[in-house]
């Protein structure tokens, strides 16, 4: 709906696991965002990218790994998860010089749950 | 440093009532604020938007926002409620001063509930 898609929808993964989740925008944008969304908490960003270029990292732990092959395409890996890193994972992307005043446009998230 | 609150978690009214879902900020400089709205299971949907200009800024699905800056405050309204409008409710901020960073900073949301 928003050109903004994100894959799986829903994710089931153990502590040991490894796995990526992936997200496609068709908006022409040149930024694109992951966000954390847990229950009773604010969003939190985790990473900013602009033309394929990581411009933001909120202190994210390393078992979080972005990679941004191209302005259409990002991908969050991850590895070795805390159950207290189940959450709703949000993408969105914008156009714009990074001046502020751009919207940004959200995926439908992916839902983690770590056992 | 930007911040953002949301002094509602949930906001019950009644079919064809007025709404209001409050929201207040704080930058340093001066703002760009945002409002989204979230469906179960679903991502955020950007209603609207403030950016300079006329106070009142009109947006999607007839919702509109008064940005009040001596109260430092961007409410959200609707003149007539609909039950389709019950959803979760996100007021953001980013400040013109912090140049070169994209991020927004969000509340922490409102649930709106509206009763037929």
């Known amino acids: 709906e928003t050109g903004v898609t994100q894959t799986p929808r829903h994710l089931v993964m153990g502590m040991t696991n490894k796995k990526s989740l992936k997200c496609e925008q068709h908006l022409g944008h040149n930024a694109m965002y992951w966000y954390k969304q847990s229950a009773k908490k604010p969003l939190e960003l985790m990473f900013v990218y602009n033309f394929k270029e990581q411009t933001e990292n909120n202190s994210v732990p390393s078992r979080f790994s972005p990679e941004c092959p191209n302005s259409s395409h990002l991908f969050l890996h991850l590895h070795t998860l805390q159950p207290e890193d189940s959450a709703l994972y949000l993408c969105?992307?914008?156009?714009?010089?990074?001046?502020?005043?751009?919207?940004?446009?959200f995926g439908p998230g992916t839902r983690l749950l770590v056992l | 440093a930007q911040s953002v609150a949301q002094p509602e978690d949930q906001v019950n009214v009644a079919e064809g009532n007025p709404l209001t879902v409050k929201c207040t900020y704080s930058?340093?400089?001066?703002?760009?604020l945002f409002w989204y709205v979230q469906y179960p299971n679903r991502g955020l949907q950007f209603l609207l938007k403030y950016i300079t200009g006329d106070n009142l800024v009109k947006g999607s699905y007839g919702f509109e926002a008064e940005f009040n800056k001596s109260q430092t405050s961007f409410h959200l309204k609707k003149p007539s409620a609909l039950v389709s409008d019950s959803a979760l409710y996100f007021c953001a901020v980013r400040d013109w001063a912090d140049t070169g960073r994209r991020a927004l900073t969000f509340g922490s949301g409102t649930r709106l509930q509206v009763q037929p």
């Open positions: 930058v340093s400089g001066n703002p760009y």
């Open positions: 969105a992307s914008s156009q714009g010089a990074g001046t502020g005043e751009e919207t940004q446009y």
